[in-house]
């Protein structure tokens, strides 16, 4: 009944069974180990691209790392003002690279080249200015919109034409991909991402994220880096185990188009319910609804958890969402709808 | 085979049960979940004293967080100069606290009352100086010597008498209880210790190790500054989950007694071999012998993996030592040695 | 014929005369001398409160160094977007503190109490949200704008309402009193600061100014900072003995109205050239200029310097601008203004 | 009657009329003057090698960041045990680099390319290990040993045949020099040394070191760093006329070598009184001596300042030492050997 978030799901069955199958034997701690190197070569294959994959525990890890390799403590990142990084991470961005992160508005947690491009342009070269040295992305984005692959050329297309390098949060990127129905590769490297955050445990995995490395030379320090703030673990092989068994054999789409299906339907149904909006398009996992405060009180008291402030209720579904939840938390809101 | 670390184990069973039984349900993240709820109660029980529990992933967060709460950006914390916090976590304590590692000598990883007492005392109160606000100590070592009660009470008795905080690096604090044969509170907070890193990973746990606050007050900004760390897990449950199932019915303490035992009887069935001298006692679950070169590489040709420099073997047993493979070493070890 | 900034001036007499004189005998080092002790009593005599002055020898170090007392490495300052220590001291807020910058947006500078009220208000207390625990308001702002004390007061009515620390940025401090004609504590203290940067160099001192704490709870580990940061000097007292010859017999409100007399005049008479528009009101010693570009290519070549942009001048005026390089603007401009 | 520090004294006329003689015009801010581009001219001339030459306000902003230049978050610097760098500067070094300060013994702040050489070699390559990525040298040290042309050459060649940079620590260059009689170069560049921070301040300047670079490519990113550190002075031209001076027309030396001969006269004088012992070699112009406490309580009852501590006297000489100040220290020192 818990719609709050992604993350306070468990773990998917496909990635459980991996984690107890690694428990054989001892193996070289601290990534030295086989499931870790078998990592490289699944992802480059994945991605169609040579990468360098490194796991951590979590995404505030992941992106705070992955930006310390494109950011000099003098640096600035540019993102959407509402970004996972820039206010959801406790300045970790901040503490790991020593860069400043500078916001730009958007819709939906998108920004768009125009607003880049007027921001670098406007950017004068004087010494103590930010330094412009890295964009960010989120895909999807906190809101559950989804870039299209044109759209993340167009950002790092003028990123680019100002020597900066392109981040790309994929917490959610599952999601993202399971609804454009695209290439890994596509709405990454070949649009232009640099380095990648890339998301397992709200998508099924117990605490699983790497940093993806298409352009390598970014990851030249990065095993000091990972050390240095305790994210480089004594047992890696059973957070490789995590990445490798959420991309085998698809897992990590599946789920994610299950979870997608499940906001999508959560969306279109309460959408015919009078007086609830919904806003923006569903293209990920998370609905968000405008809705009379007696229907959120009500669906709440039935024991629905989401999050909900000022008649806006944000609806998250993950990849073990229960379609007869789903079925039941439109008929509670309907009821709350007729009481109204 | 492998006696290079006890972090190149797999995980006990009992604690591999308690990640697979945590996965029921969804449940709020970031450790606002009832595993990590538990855990205060359990360990205040375990302990004797109303404690913070904080789980983190492995032991240089918690040594590095711990760390940050006992010392400020001008600080110094004083330790053996060939501490893990000192040599062996890429300068993660001077990043999370700022402070300074200040080395002090010793034996077998244990410094003394007496050399603590003469660093302090002839410390000149000039601004600019090390303002030494903390010391750390290992328990077991680094090399498997353990403190007793008293020697850890003498040195937290220094320490107090300049307001120092005492940090316990408990790494193999179930190595050293083993040991000891006292109650964890004897060697922790009767002794003086405000704040514990209490390991259980090198003991039978996948990733998960837990900051311990008797002094409480160091507990209050705790939360912001593991966010700001990445080191706060979505999915806590998993990680609290393990340290309770470590804990429960004494796994903990049978895991470091089994461990101890096969490093006590390594040493003792190695240090009848002609050529071989033992290093110091076998207290916990290490072994330091001085081999004859040939015995070295016969070993590692044989298969078996311990670390070995300039005529000196490591040997780490761990909770799953298998009591054949010791008789094999032994037994290899001397075959080597009469070949000499 | 520079009108490019108030730090390309050199030394005003007084204070040039004070560092010659201070040079007499030897005094004890790192601001344990006797200038810097008579500092304290000086200025809590001028702003009619009892402070703590820290002598530092530029504004970014008394920025930072101010905002480190009051923001702890999870917390956020809220100030204007465009302000100097959010986009011109390369990321020094962000190195001192560990703390973020948070943007708001503002007219010429000046942020508002309804926007501040919203920002506060709509924060969610959730960990990783930003913590907000300061306001950083410029007086007089970098385009020369002005705060009442009034404005000063609703500001911190609003931080204070919320637990918000109040820091001004009073780089040009002496222009904007000289504009009010109000008391030091007027402008300060009385409207709620709790920390000021105390500006001196732009306003006619070699290298000087000072931290001054209202809440002189927040001075507490001030010394720590200041020399972990590289800014306590070895001879302390030429920085001292400049800020002393600053404010007495009131040098500083002297050299300040002169400077905002003469940027008075260039915006009244610059606005009545056919196709100049001045910006705002011209309250301290900046003025902002829509200009021809051929005026301001005429300028240029003519030898006066100033900083343009897209059709846009900043002039600014300093304690020892010249009537006549004044006259000589404004005759220059006319030409340029008649030749188009 | 001040023999405390160096630092206690005032202004060498030559730099005072230097002061002066910049207050003329305007000049452009942060570094882009006359005084400074000359001093690139000035320095590399003096060194016999082209230099970037980065002007800061006292020893402690040099020496971090100079080392903020040639080591890494994750590296290690190598100095002597009680170097200014590790023991007096509230972790400067490692606030503005990150690195860790790895101490060496030593005999009179001198470390020996054979401790240097032992701690190298037994450097483990794991990752966590500390990453030695430069030494720092004083010369001359805090006591007052200079190290000659072979001694630097010697520990240059072990460290970089590890591949570490070399820093010299030279706020007491002149002195070392003046006492070796060499040319600047070969202390520095020709002996190994790839920055140097270049000291004035106790030797006559008012607030003045250099960051040199004999290794230019050091001094990449230098004007970020100093930027975000808040040691960019708005009026640079004061900073860097003071360096000018300085050097010009062997001012330096000339002070440097008053000094030490003050401080030998001081030694030789002191060495001929019954109970007085002094240690070492007075090489710059610091004079350490064992001395009776009668005759330490009747020095300082008499108005002499000097830091003394278990029996031991630390004598300072500057550049404006009075010959008949030290001939009065030592009658009044016979006078209380002989009251004995």
Redesign the interface.
Same mark, same amino acid.
């Given at each position: 009944l818990?719609f709050s978030?992604d *993350? &306070?799901?468990?773990?998917a069955p496909e990635i =459980?069974e991996a984690?107890?199958r690694? *428990?054989?034997?001892?193996?070289?701690?601290?990534g030295a180990d086989a499931w870790t190197a078998r990592l490289q070569t699944q992802f480059s294959t994945l991605f169609e691209h040579a990468v360098v994959v490194a796991p951590?525990?979590?995404?505030?890890?992941a992106n705070?790392?992955a930006l310390s390799t494109c950011t000099?403590?003098?640096?600035?990142v540019v993102c959407y003002a509402g970004a996972h990084i820039?206010?959801? +991470?406790?300045?970790?961005p +901040?503490?790991?690279s020593?860069?400043? =992160?500078v916001?730009l508005p958007g819709e939906r947690g998108k920004i768009t080249p125009e607003s880049l491009d007027a921001l670098l342009g406007s950017a004068?070269p004087?010494?103590?200015?930010?330094?412009h040295t890295a964009i960010s992305i989120s895909q999807a984005t906190d809101v559950g919109a989804v870039y299209s692959p044109a759209e993340v050329a167009a950002l790092s297309h003028v990123a680019k034409n100002c020597n900066l390098t392109v981040h790309m949060d994929g917490a959610r990127l599952a999601n993202a991909i399971a609804h454009l129905r695209c290439a890994p590769g596509d709405i990454t490297w070949r649009a232009g991402v640099d380095v990648l955050s890339f998301g397992s445990?709200?998508n099924g995995a117990?605490?699983a994220e790497a940093v993806v490395f298409f352009n390598t030379a970014l990851a030249k320090?990065f +095993? $000091?880096?990972r050390?240095?703030?305790? $994210?480089?673990?004594?047992?890696m092989r059973? &957070?490789s185990a995590q990445l490798e068994a959420y991309v085998k054999d698809g897992v990590w789409l599946r789920n994610a188009a299950h979870a997608n299906a499940a906001a999508s339907r959560l969306g279109r149904e309460l959408a015919d319910i009078p007086g609830v909006v919904i806003k923006g398009s569903v293209d990920a996992n998370i609905v968000f609804a405008e809705m009379p405060s007696r229907m959120i009180e009500g669906l709440h008291a039935a024991g629905f958890?989401f999050f909900a =402030?000022h008649g806006w209720a944000r609806l998250v579904t993950s990849f073990n969402t229960n379609d007869e939840v789903v079925a039941l938390f439109i008929e509670t809101a309907k009821h709350f709808g007729q009481a109204q």
């Open positions: 818990d978030s *993350n &306070v799901t468990g773990v =459980m984690i107890a690694a *428990n054989t034997g001892s193996a070289s701690s601290y951590v525990i979590n995404g505030t890890a705070a790392l000099p403590p003098w640096g600035a820039n206010g959801a +991470e406790s300045n970790a +901040e503490f790991f020593g860069g400043k =992160m916001p004068v004087i010494l103590g200015r930010p330094v445990t709200k117990l605490a320090d +095993e $000091h880096r050390k240095r703030s305790g $994210h480089t673990l004594p047992k059973f &957070v958890g =402030m």
